[in-house]
């Protein structure tokens, strides 16, 4: 039974996959994608990893979706549709690489399959090491103590996607095209319950982040699409300058984390050493911060944000 | 199996009956308005026993409450979500079999 | 006892896939966002029973998320539609261009 349940995963997500990229019809393709990310909420559940479903379905279900869609709009009204051409010409190329990547995926997942073993050195490590930072998330704990150079990146990545943003809108002083905002009363209803509850959400996945599955890449995907919902709804509004509690959300991860990372070599510590809990918080705060203003800024396609019409 | 665990299995069967008729009005149905009724109202209940079997399963007070108000949002995202594609079905020009009881 | 909880799962994404079927055929752009909805409703359910399963309880805040979140969605279809109604631009246009 065990075994039927991951095949059925694992069918639907090659068949999705294939299924979002095939076939000429966009828009459904997009939809096939949505799909993707849920099942793959699914996945993540089943291999049991919280953390990723919960990432995964923040992202997937709130702003990925909401993002192509408005893309696909944008697209549309740049280029409308096309008479419907011939099928693609086949490419044998193409069928070859395909067969190749198929078995190269086969040959890792089988070695990976066979190679289990105890823990492993990296991980017998952590273990033992974890207790004394004061978290009881191990996974937190890589992310923000044992192999925080990667998070520190990821955050600074995110901030230069911003600018990539910034520099293909240019100085033309203005955003992406926004599809109108959406006021009926029942939207507005939507609102009224899932703003806050995304706010408590959130806060409730950085608190307990340090010692239950949350962090703050989940709470500020949660924000992030909860902001997503009000630009949908008009009670944001994108707007073409970036005013300075915009600026400051954007950079207030990547200085924090790197301004404690550079202060401890002050005390004579190594690059990047985290004094205590409290610096975990504080860091985890101000990366929740800009991941969810970054992504926001990402989807409205704009350089800053503004108060909206209600 | 103890009572409850009857129980529980019980609302989970006739919860997954009620995702299987949400499923054949999705796939059966001959437009798309009749289809989103079937599948709202179906879906919701489902989850309703769904979600009801799992918190007696759990045994924990507030686990059941969590589910509770996991099912109270499933209430509430599906009831815009339908409203919304419903209007954009209908101002779209689905045909409806039964046009002269849709209230305009 | 032990066999109920996989048993439903694998029940519930047969309801998923099946779901699958109506968004590759549409024909409108209007079932293929229902399906999505009850992909979105048949995952949470998924979720749930992973998590007694698993006895996982985090995994019930991973639902929570996905219920919160997933109106987003129609709300942005619903956004767009009505921005490209009739026009080239509508999620409807390809289909009905073939």
């Known amino acids: 039974m065990n075994l039927a349940v991951d095949l059925s995963i694992a069918a639907g997500l090659v068949v999705l996959a294939w299924r979002s990229l095939a076939g000429r019809d966009l828009f459904r393709g997009i939809v096939m994608y949505i799909v993707f990310g849920l099942l793959l909420a699914v996945t993540w559940a089943r291999l049991g990893s919280p953390d990723l479903a919960m990432a995964e379905a923040a992202i997937g279900a709130g702003v990925t979706g909401a993002l192509l869609m408005v893309a696909y709009w944008r697209l549309r009204r740049i280029s409308p549709a096309e008479p419907a051409d011939p099928s693609p010409r086949r490419s044998h190329l193409a069928a070859a690489v395909a067969l190749l990547s198929t078995g190269v995926v086969a040959a890792i997942g089988l070695a990976a399959v066979g190679a289990i073993g105890p823990g492993g050195i990296a991980g017998r490590a952590l273990v033992e090491a974890l207790p004394a930072t004061g978290l009881g998330n191990p996974i937190t704990g890589v992310l923000v103590v044992f192999r925080n150079l990667d998070t520190v990146l990821e955050v600074a990545v995110l901030l230069a996607a911003y600018l990539a943003v910034r520099a293909v809108l240019g100085d033309r002083g203005e955003t992406l095209a926004q599809p109108p905002p959406q006021v009926a009363r029942l939207v507005g209803a939507l609102v009224g319950v899932v703003a806050p509850l995304s706010v408590l959400v959130a806060v409730y996945l950085l608190r307990v982040g340090s010692y239950l599955p949350g962090g703050a890449f989940q709470a500020g995907a949660v924000l992030a699409a909860c902001g997503v919902l009000l630009l949908l709804t008009g009670r944001l509004r994108a707007t073409a300058d970036a005013g300075p509690w915009v600026r400051g959300s954007l950079v207030v991860g990547t200085v924090v984390f790197g301004l404690f990372g550079v202060a401890m070599l002050a005390f004579g510590e190594p690059l990047l050493a985290i004094p205590g809990t409290w610096a975990v918080y504080l860091i985890e705060t101000a990366m929740m911060v800009s991941i969810a203003v970054t992504l926001m800024l990402l989807f409205a396609g704009a350089a800053g944000l503004g108060g909206g019409r209600r | 199996m103890t009572a409850v665990e009857l129980l529980a299995t019980g609302m989970l069967v006739v919860g997954a009956a009620f995702y299987l008729a949400g499923t054949i009005g999705l796939l059966r149905f001959p437009d798309a308005l009749s289809r989103l009724h079937a599948l709202t109202k179906a879906d919701n209940v489902g989850l309703l026993l769904v979600c009801a079997g799992l918190g007696l399963l759990s045994g924990n007070l507030r686990e059941a409450a969590l589910l509770l108000l996991i099912w109270l949002l499933a209430l509430l995202a599906a009831t815009i979500s339908a409203h919304l594609i419903a209007r954009r079905a209908l101002a779209d020009g689905v045909e409806v079999e039964m046009r002269e009881r849709v209230p305009r | ?98």
């Not at chain 3, 699958?20 to 048949?42: E, F, K, Y």
């Not at chain 3, 639902?63 to 009505?82: D, F, P, T």
Request: hydrophobic share 65%; proline share 5%.
């Open chain 3, 1 to 98: 006892m032990s066999l109920l909880l996989p048993a439903l799962l694998l029940f519930l994404l047969a309801n998923l896939f099946a779901g699958l079927w109506r968004v590759h055929r549409g024909p409108t752009a209007a079932d293929r966002m229902l399906s999505a909805l009850l992909i979105g409703s048949t995952s949470v359910a998924a979720v749930l029973v992973l998590a007694e399963w698993q006895q996982l309880p985090a995994l019930r805040v991973a639902s929570l998320l996905v219920v919160m979140l997933a109106a987003v969605i129609s709300i942005a279809y619903a956004a767009i539609a009505q921005a490209s109604a009739g026009s080239p631009g509508a999620p409807d246009a390809e289909a009905a261009e073939r």
